[in-house]
């Protein structure tokens, strides 16, 4: 089969890249207004890379975890607090920016954590707020050989460039959303550092205070040659 992206709503993403391979990146789930019901329950989920434990990044995932004995890949402060959260040491691979992870079992995936600039908290089932390392991105290179990047919530930065050039992603998602991340101008200009095959939008339309939309990302890469697909919440991209 293709490997197939769906977009589950603000950050969130569902890959698969095979009848039993499954990842899942910043998957909210709870009160997240854009995720489509069928998809707040997802099914055979076998990993779960985060780029930060903000609750509309991170809040679902020892739950979804749990539910389906992922494995969850995280800094290692973020993976020490879904271990808290009940997620067996087992199914955590710790980890920091510029490593890279092969998943076990996995056919080969590999995920690697990049850097992001972004405050960094996690709050627990008791309400308690935690420090959770540094924000970061993420890089699945799948068995196929495709690569996905999820830049997470960050703001420009000249590296990207070299994410681009170290892992030539086949796809870029990137935040356009604004106040928090970049806006959609900072975000043409991240493309063009990156230069992946295709872009895809996220972190935008959840909340109000979420400026940036897609058709503004639109017009700031008008003359640039890079494919953007938006998905609304529910959609699929195939690579």
Known sequence: MNDKLT??????????????????????LDGNPL????????????????THGHSDHASSAAALAKANNSTIC????????????????????????GGTVEIPDSGGLKVSLTNAFHSNSFEDSKGNSHYAG???GVVLELPSGKTIYHAGDTCLFDDMAYIGKTFRPDVALLPIGDRFTMGPRQAAEAVQL????????IHHS????????PEQFKQA???????????????????
Do not use: R, Y
């Open 7 to 28: 977009f589950i709503g603000h950050s969130g993403i569902i890959v698969e890249a095979s009848d039993s391979l499954k990842v899942a990146i910043d998957p909210w």
């Open 35 to 50: 995720c489509p019901e069928e998809l707040k329950q997802p099914k055979d989920i076998s990993v779960i890379a985060l």
């Open 74 to 97: 995280a800094t290692f402060e973020l993976a020490a607090l879904m271990q808290k959260e009940g997620v067996e040491g087992s199914k955590l691979q710790f980890m920091n920016k």
């Open 134 to 136: 540094e924000a970061c």
């Open 194 to 201: 990156i230069k992946p095959g295709a872009v895809i939008p």
């Open 206 to 213: 959840t909340f109000e205070l979420l400026s940036g939309t």
């Open 221 to 239: 890469l008008a003359g640039v040659d890079i494919e953007c697909i938006v998905l609304e919440p529910g959609e699929s991209f195939s690579l």
